[in-house]
């Protein structure tokens, strides 16, 4: 089976452009998370989805930074505009189960902005 | 709110010798899961081994146990036979139960294993 698809892997830009990230749970999965990780803050929980619905946004550090998930099999994370202290590795993970089954992490996006 | 604790930043072990890695946590709910997740440099996040609250029996993966005392809130990963393919980043987290609604990992710092030859 297919686990959780990141793309792209790696994305250099120029502070100030938009930036696009997207995901693609595992199907089935009813809970879709976000996560960044960086040295200072570790792994954080940005936002996450339940059946498509945002639940939590708590953790999205600024309005610059939206994420949707328009169905059951892809979600985004956008950062516009982007800054140099947005680097970092953008994690997305999926569960199912009413969130009791585990988390299926994709292979996250690296992300530097100059 | 919940915390997850990991004390140790970083450690070393012989292969095959057998390590502890160290995880605490704090809750005030009686309802929940907790995990190990493995982060080698390939940047994966690997789940290792998962322990829900409510069994007694501490969870076992192969090479890989877990001491939970739930009391102490504590939960600790045992690696046995250590090889050098276990170095990584290792992440406690937890996970609230259905009774809180809450379906947020909280996630620890991390340990560093190191696996010296």
């Known amino acids: 089976d297919a686990g959780v698809i990141q793309s792209p892997r790696h994305e250099v830009t120029e502070m100030g452009q938009e930036v696009t990230l997207r995901c693609k749970p595992i199907s089935g999965h009813d809970y879709l998370f976000w996560y960044r990780q960086t040295m200072m803050r570790g792994l954080e929980l940005l936002i996450y989805?339940?059946?498509?619905?945002?639940?939590?946004d708590s953790g999205m550090p600024e309005d610059r930074f939206s994420a949707k998930m328009p169905n059951a099999s892809f979600s985004t994370l956008k950062i516009q505009p982007s800054e140099p202290r947005d680097s970092a590795v953008y994690f997305c993970?999926?569960?199912f189960g009413q969130g009791k089954g585990p988390q299926h992490f994709g292979d996250g996006t690296r992300l530097s902005i100059l | 709110a919940q915390t997850v604790t990991q004390s140790q930043p970083e450690m070393s072990v012989q292969e095959a010798e057998t390590v502890t890695l160290s995880c605490t946590y704090d809750t005030s709910e009686s309802d929940y899961y907790l995990f190990w997740y493995k982060q080698p440099p390939s940047r994966q996040m690997i789940l290792v081994i998962r322990?829900?609250?409510?069994?007694?029996q501490n969870a076992t993966e192969n090479r890989f146990s877990v001491n939970f005392q739930k009391a102490a809130k504590s939960f600790s990963l045992k690696i046995s036979d250590s090889q050098l393919g276990d170095a990584a980043m290792y992440f406690c987290?937890?996970?609230?139960?259905?009774?809180?609604?809450?379906?947020?990992?909280?996630f620890g710092t991390g340990t560093r294993l190191k696996v010296l030859a």
């Open positions: 989805f339940n059946n498509n619905v945002p639940i939590d």
């Open positions: 993970a999926s569960s």
């Open positions: 322990q829900e609250a409510y069994k007694q």
């Open positions: 987290a937890y996970r609230g139960g259905l009774t809180s609604g809450t379906y947020k990992y909280i």
